[in-house]
């Protein structure tokens, strides 16, 4: 299984786009990357995926590098909600299986 | 839409009883659920996977007679943990996914669920 990594904590300041980034140099050709997020004692928040090409939605847009060892979650505005655990999670291939790695804290400050 | 709902969302038992965690996919219908425990400060593990209809899919370390998954119907599964023990106090979480392909092709999360065993 491909493992990510990941910082173990990041700051941004409110209304700053948030980058954090997350490197899977093992991920095979077809393996996706989702990107959620856990809001302290809750269930995680689905935000974007994507296999190759960068994606971009309501939530927040991921870049993938082209040698895909590496992405980027990009959260253009952040505001206070947005201070959460955020786990990148390359998905098991041929299977629905996500295994989460210990995430990045982000702590979005006034 | 993609709502998912567990109850209770929190549960105290004494040591050596049986509790029952539902999960239910409110507005979509769930053809895979996955249950996942939690300890603090640490990340969701994945304890086990299941198909409407089928025996779960246990991983490596999951005691099966521990814990009871049923999935019964496309919108409902449960978590049974039986004979409760202090260690198994933890937050459990389980996820919905629906049809292959459909607009709920994702994992979605329930709130979770706080167990206390005394």
């Known amino acids: 299984d491909a493992k990510t990594t990941q910082p173990t904590s990041m700051d941004c300041a409110e209304g700053r786009a948030a980058n954090l980034p997350c490197n899977h140099s093992?991920?095979?050709?077809?393996?996706?990357v989702y990107w959620y997020r856990q809001i302290h004692s809750q269930g995680p928040q689905y935000i974007i995926h994507g296999l190759k090409n960068n994606e971009t939605n309501e939530m927040a847009s991921l870049i993938i590098t082209e040698d895909r060892k590496s992405s980027t979650l990009i959260l253009p505005h952040a505001t206070l909600r947005d201070t959460a655990v955020y786990y990148c999670i390359v998905r098991v291939f041929n299977t629905d299986k996500l295994i989460f790695g210990t995430g990045t804290r982000l702590q979005v400050f006034p | 839409g993609a709502v998912v709902s567990q109850h209770p969302s929190w549960v105290i038992c004494k040591s050596g009883t049986s509790v029952k965690i539902e999960c239910r996919s409110l507005?979509?219908?769930?053809?895979?659920m996955f249950w996942y425990r939690q300890f603090p400060k640490q990340s969701l593990m994945l304890m086990a996977t299941s198909n409407e209809g089928s025996k779960a899919t246990y991983e490596q370390g999951v005691e099966k007679d521990k814990f009871l998954i049923n999935h019964a119907s496309l919108t409902l599964s449960t978590l049974t943990v039986t004979s409760a023990h202090p260690e198994d106090s933890s937050f459990y979480i389980c996820?919905?996914?629906?049809?292959?392909?459909?607009?709920?092709?994702?994992?979605?999360f329930g709130p979770g669920t706080r167990l206390t065993v005394l």
């Open positions: 507005d979509f219908q769930a053809t895979t």
């Open positions: 996820s919905a996914k629906g049809l292959a392909g459909g607009p709920y092709n994702e994992q979605f």
């Open positions: 093992t991920i095979s050709g077809n393996e996706y």
